[in-house]
């Protein structure tokens, strides 16, 4: 069953959420009842539609998912690419993990994100974990793989101050995305992907990628790392020096050599999709 509507986020904010629910009828066995729930978060300029890959994987093995499109992308509303505060993203997924609860009444709940999303996970990870049973991050916005300009930092903090809605381009090569052509063309045809970002969203970004890092030790509760070895938008040391930071005893870190950063969207995507649906069910 699909479902899909809006709620009014931080601000009052209308937040769009879909939903893929597997029926419960006699054929939903006693294991797929004790699926826990997965929660999705998508990356920068994009949205929840773009993860049919792991919504194929893991709803006809019995997992309810629910995804957003986070402020500011896709079918939510908000100025395109622009947050006042990081924690508006936190906001938004407690209330759609809220929501979540609510209409499948299981409250064994995994955290999946990528990118922007993999950031927004672990930071609401660190603020939440007692609701979380786990948490994955896939090519986590940790470290950039590209070093900002001094000039551009520089711009960004005082624009961020006196024109934070001021967008600029996001600089993302749609090419280092995936090694498959079709997955970079439907990207760049899509017509709720976006480009932009604010000055306030990438001091707040900047700054919620450094304070992730420095609390990665109070984070106890499972967790999987992905990230793509040759990803060139996101840095997989900066996921690497997570991973050896996290205080959880139940960790694992892997990298797809050879991967761009879309793991679940590669050409050898099933590895990355295996290993994701290996490590729910050993958690």
Do not use: C
């Not at 793989?145 to 090569?173: C, E, Y």
């Not at 970004?205 to 499972?222: C, G, K």
Request: without cysteine; aromatic residues 10%.
């Amino acid at each position: 069953m699909t479902m899909a509507g809006y709620f009014p986020g931080a601000g009052g904010t209308k937040i769009f959420w879909q939903a893929w629910v597997p029926p419960t009828d006699r054929e939903n066995t006693e294991e797929r009842k004790s699926r826990p729930l997965i929660l999705l978060a998508h990356g920068l300029g994009e949205h929840s539609g773009r993860y049919a890959n792991v919504v194929n994987r893991l709803f006809p093995r019995g997992y309810p998912i629910f995804a957003l499109d986070h402020r500011g992308h896709g079918r939510s509303e908000g100025k395109r690419g622009h947050i006042e505060s990081f924690s508006e993203y936190l906001e938004d997924l407690k209330t759609l993990q809220a929501l979540a609860v609510e209409k499948t009444g299981k409250n064994r709940v995994i955290l999946i994100g990528h990118s922007l999303g993999g950031l927004i996970a672990l930071a609401y990870a660190l603020e939440n974990q007692g609701t979380l049973a786990g948490v994955v991050a896939s090519s986590p916005a940790l470290k950039l793989k590209v070093q900002v300009p001094w000039i551009k930092a520089f711009l960004g903090k005082t624009l961020s101050r006196i024109f934070p809605t001021l967008s600029m381009d996001n600089g993302l090569n749609a090419e280092y995305l995936s090694h498959d052509p079709q997955v970079v063309k439907n990207y760049l045809e899509d017509p709720l992907v976006h480009k932009k970002v604010s000055a306030r969203w990438f001091t707040e970004i900047n700054s919620r990628m450094e304070s992730t890092q420095a609390q990665a030790f109070q984070l106890t509760i499972p967790i999987l790392l992905i990230h793509g070895g040759d990803d060139q938008l996101t840095d997989p040391r900066g996921t690497e020096t997570f991973a050896s930071r996290v205080g959880s005893v139940r960790k694992k870190f892997i990298t797809y050599p050879g991967f761009y950063h879309e793991s679940f969207n590669e050409v050898e995507k099933e590895k990355a999709l295996r290993d994701l649906e290996n490590w729910l069910n050993d958690n």
